[in-house]
């Protein structure tokens, strides 16, 4: 046991790097062995997107016939919502967790050791990523069995997980800030019916240049998720759309540093209340 | 006649909690709203789909569908109501108190009609400020929502004797989503004969199918399968009524 501890003990003189990594490391362990321990938290977030994606891509099925409409498969059209929307549901979860944390006065216990709040913080955020990562591998798996060819090839699946791994950052951190801000589970929970609308008043179902309703098409325009499933579906259905990817490359991006800058303050808000 | 004070009774309190409490009323009021107008508004190209032939248009196609899904939730949510009574132990103190137990269910099928009617009232007004058309005369009308009123008392009874079994809100996803499924497993965005592949088939043996035609039917001015809709209607009423009331008697029997 001592031995065990001597060796999690960083060597006098050692960088500091590597106590933030074996911090960043526990934190992030943590999160991913509680999400997988609660099948509640782990399964929805993988079956529900997809369930929705089959459901929907059957019923627009006939959509396909509308001239301009990008390809003749609306499976493959789909198959970028469960990535956004798996976000979604990953961003709700871990900020519940980290709410829960708060609720139960774990994060005020871990302020007394020597935790530092940037390894909190970016352990929890590797975790989500993690858990992010290997949804996208499931969404994949499933696009690819039921018979969706990625316009982009191999190539673009790994750009794909790459895209995954930015955007699950950037809604854990989001998450992470809910759940610092207000410290209740419930109200993350609460934020949930708008992230969906989010969701919903984007180009997910139709392209944005074939929806007739004017004040649809202009809210789906202003709306950042419209530009995240255009990314998405960009290496589905087109190949190497350097403009949808930089779209929502730079969008995940600017997502991702705002809501870290978020998170940070917020941690650093509530370390100081405790 | 043991069986209306009891009714009534249960039926107001069930409400009052749910006007009073904007986190129970809210949801099932704007939920329906952000699914029309997201429907209505994002999918509307599909009504130029090659086949698609509705008179009335893809607002008044979509506003059935969100009729019936609130028709239906207004009645699942109320379960979600009779589950927390349970759970903190009302709903044994009104098993005690009830002369007629039949009355509880009634109480709770008439809440979740009068907490629909809210829904609808909003949704339809909202709908008809986008521009909706009715082309159905009066009656039909009056059958579109007796049609919605039908399924929102078959998805109070189904879920009912899932509270009333369990008594616990942990069951809540069991009242929701098999409801959720069905209405998803209907023909939601193009009519029935443009689904292919294996939602054609699913929508063809669901009973939702033909309560969502009916309904689309009346508010073009052109009805068509409406006593098969109707009929379809009873016979879930029926058949969830016994489910609900063997519930009741399973709850009775826990005590």
Known sequence: MRRREQARRPAPGAPTVSLAAVQIGAVASRSIRRTLRQPAMAIPPLVFPVALMLVNSAGLEPSTLLPGFPTDSFLAFALAVPFIQGALFATMGAGTELARDIQTGFLNRLSLTSLRGSALLLGHLAGVVVLGVGQAIFYIAIGLLVGVEFAAGAGGIVVLLVFAILVSFGFGALGAFLALRTGSGESVQAMFPLLFVFLFISSMNTPRDLIAVEWFRVLATLNPISYLIECVRSLIITGWDIQALSLGFGIAAVIAVVSLVLAAWALTRRMTRT | ?255
């Open chain 2, 1 to 255: 006649m043991r069986i209306w004070p009891v009714a009534s009774g249960v039926a107001w309190r069930t409400l009052r909690n749910i006007i009073k409490t904007p986190s129970l009323l809210l949801p099932t009021t704007l939920f329906p709203l952000f699914f029309f107008t997201a429907f209505a508004g994002g999918l509307s190209q599909v009504q130029n789909v090659p086949g698609f032939d509705y008179p009335a248009g893809y607002t008044s196609f979509q506003f059935v569908f969100v009729l019936l899904q609130s028709a239906a939730f207004g009645g699942v949510f109320t379960g979600f109501g009779i589950a927390r009574d349970f759970e903190s132990g009302f709903g044994k103190r009104l098993l005690l108190a009830s002369p007629k137990r039949s009355g509880i269910v009634l109480g709770y099928a008439l809440a979740a009609v009068g907490r629909w009617v809210i829904t609808a009232t909003v949704l339809t007004v909202v709908a008809l400020l986008f521009g909706m058309n009715v082309f159905g005369d009066p009656a039909e009308v009056v059958a579109l929502y007796t049609i919605a009123i039908l399924l929102n008392a078959a998805a109070l009874l189904w879920a009912a004797g899932m509270a009333f079994r369990f008594r616990t809100i942990q069951a809540a996803p069991l009242m929701q989503l098999p409801v959720f499924l069905l209405l998803f497993f209907a023909p939601v965005y193009v009519p029935l004969d443009l689904l292919t592949g294996w939602i054609e088939t699913v929508a063809t043996y669901n009973p939702i199918t033909y309560m969502m035609e009916a309904g689309r039917g009346l508010i073009a001015g052109a009805p068509t399968e409406v006593a098969l809709a109707f009929s379809l209607g009873f016979l879930m009423i029926a058949a969830f009524g016994v489910w609900a009331f063997r519930g009741l008697r399973r709850a009775e029997a826990a005590g």
